[in-house]
Structures are given as structure tokens and as C-alpha cells.
């Protein structure tokens, strides 16, 4: 899954609540950080499975296949 080790823990989380309705600032708001800290979570994540999670445009963010096989994994 992770070219570089284990994701932590902390990314995990965020992932999680970021994925419950595909949007990083509530997912800050209920994690009580930062949206740009969220961001830096998914990217990680997104960079150790080398593609996206989320497909973004400017009104939303909605979930990729890649998501949903992270999401089985949790």
C-alpha cells in the first residue's frame, strides 16, 4: 500500500472523517485542526497509494475507486 512504510495512525483518522461526506473542512472543523493540515493528510495519502482518493473540482470533493478500497481496508 505505502512505497515509503505504514501510514500513521493521525492520517488514518482524518481520511476517515474526511470520508464521510467527501469534505475537508467539515472534516477539520469535527477534528478540531486546521483544513490545510487535513489537505496535508490526504495528500500523504494520496502520494503512499500514488493516486488520488478524491476527485476534487471547486464545489465538492467525491470519492474514487481508490477511496473505497482504502475505506475496505479500515
Not at 10 to 25: G, V, Y
Not at 56 to 65: G, L, P, Y
Amino acid at each position: 500500500m505505502n512505497r515509503e512504510g505504514n501510514l500513521d495512525l493521525t492520517s488514518l483518522r482524518i481520511f476517515i472523517e474526511t470520508a464521510k461526506d467527501c469534505n475537508m473542512t467539515r472534516a477539520a472543523a469535527a477534528l478540531g485542526i486546521s483544513q490545510p493540515a487535513v489537505s496535508a493528510a490526504i495528500k500523504k495519502i494520496e502520494n503512499s497509494l500514488g493516486s488520488p482518493v478524491f476527485d476534487r473540482d471547486r464545489r465538492s470533493e467525491e470519492h474514487t475507486s481508490e477511496l473505497q478500497s482504502l475505506a475496505y481496508l479500515v
